[in-house]
Structures are given as structure tokens and as C-alpha cells.
């Protein structure tokens, strides 16, 4: 389809559990962001995927968030043991060519 | 200082005025994107804009590169406009967005 589909809309986790976001991309774009917006409009790029291949991951936690794009599934973003501070809106978006960007609605995660 | 500096942060319109919002970015880019986002949340994206002008409907976005500078212009506002806009800039060589701090629009009827 033309939009980037991000599932759940919303997501309530206790802190320490475990979070998983899903994103869809365009049919036929080959470059997947995930972006994380924690205040009204402080943006932090997290990772980008070129087809399944991690393109740029310089913005991810590593010690407890991990994305993959696999073939013929959706693209996730995996937070374990989930903290406060990771309570945020995580956008991802879509692009055929690095430039054109292409958002989903976003998923909006709550830790308490 | 942050890298891309928008304004306003916040601007209020009657309806049917024109409107104009504001970037300027202080680092190399391949692209700069304006952005609107409504409350609920999602995104659309305007605009990519790497030289020019661009026109869509009653929006019009221009940037000058030499400048470090774009415009968003909104012709015959409308209630409907209202939101936050946003300016994004493409870091040059990367594939990283580096977004403004946002204009919060309301245009009154």
C-alpha cells in the first residue's frame, strides 16, 4: 500500500518488560528509519535499514533496543526491560531513495 | 544552539491570512523537509525541497541554500491548518534527519 503501516497505536508496558513495535514500510522502498520523539518535538534518530541490512544504527541504546527488517515481515523495534525515560512516540518511515521520507502514524509507548 | 532554528515557536492566525514559518540550519545538507504534524500525532510530510521553490495547493516552500534559510508560506489560511510544522534538514552524506523544534500554528475562524 502507499503508507507505512506502524502497529500497535498505542503501548502500555511496567517497567523492565519488554516492548515490540512493528512497521510496515511502502512496497518498494528499500530504506526503513526509525525516529524517537520524546518531547513535544525533540526527534532522535535511532536506526536505519537499507532492505534488511542495518544501514546507520548509531542513534540505538544497544544495551537494551534492537530492530530488525527481515524479507517478507514487518520491520520491529525490540526494547527489553523497558525504562521511563523510553516512554516516548517512536515514528518510523519509509523512503526509496535515503530522501523522499514517508512517516507512519507512530507508536506511542508508555512505561510505568 | 541547536542546528536548525525555526520561527516562530508559536504564531496565531484569523483565518484567510498569510501565514509564514521560518528555518534556518546551521550545518551541510543534501535535503530539507517540511513536516506537519496534527495532535494525535502522525506526520505528513509537505515538502522535500534541495534548491527552489515548491508549490501544493495553498502551500508554497522555498530555500536558499547559499542562505542556510527556508520558508513555508501558507496562502488563505484555514482552521484546518492548524498544527505544528516542521522543519527537518538531511544531514549531507547521511541518511539522518535533523528536525527543528517546531511552529505551533492555530488559525482562528
Known amino acids: 500500500g502507499e503508507e507505512v503501516a506502524q502497529t500497535p497505536k498505542h503501548l502500555v508496558r511496567g517497567e523492565g518488560q519488554k516492548a515490540k513495535l512493528y512497521c510496515a514500510p511502502i512496497k518498494g522502498h528499500s530504506y526503513v528509519f526509525w525516529y524517537q520523539q520524546v518531547l513535544k518535538n525533540e526527534f532522535k534518530f535511532l536506526i536505519s535499514?537499507?532492505?534488511?541490512?542495518?544501514?546507520?544504527e548509531t542513534g540505538m541504546p544497544k544495551e537494551r533496543f534492537s530492530a530488525k527488517c527481515l524479507p517478507n515481515s514487518p520491520c520491529s523495534l525490540e526494547i527489553q526491560a523497558t525504562k521511563l525515560e523510553d516512554s516516548a512516540v517512536y515514528f518510523c518511515?519509509?523512503?526509496?531513495?535515503?530522501?523522499?521520507?514517508?512517516f507512519g502514524s507512530g507508536t506511542r509507548l508508555t512505561v510505568v | 544552539k541547536n542546528e536548525v532554528e525555526q520561527s516562530p515557536q508559536n504564531l496565531t492566525a484569523q483565518e484567510g491570512e498569510f501565514i509564514t514559518i521560518n528555518c534556518s540550519y546551521s550545518?551541510?545538507?543534501?535535503?530539507l523537509h517540511w513536516l506537519q504534524q496534527h495532535p494525535g500525532g502522525g506526520i505528513v510530510s509537505l515538502f522535500m525541497l534541495s534548491s527552489g521553490k515548491k508549490k501544493h495547493g495553498r502551500l508554497i516552500a522555498t530555500i536558499n541554500i547559499q542562505e542556510k534559510h527556508s520558508s513555508l508560506h501558507i496562502t488563505a489560511s484555514h482552521p484546518r491548518d492548524s498544527a505544528v510544522y516542521i522543519c527537518a534538514v538531511l544531514l549531507y552524506n547521511t541518511d539522518k534527519l535533523i528536525f527543528g523544534t517546531g511552529t505551533r500554528l492555530q488559525v482562528f475562524p
Open positions: 518511515a519509509s523512503s526509496p531513495d535515503r530522501y523522499g521520507y514517508t
Open positions: 550545518v551541510g545538507i543534501s535535503a
Open positions: 535499514f537499507q532492505n534488511e541490512n542495518v544501514f546507520d
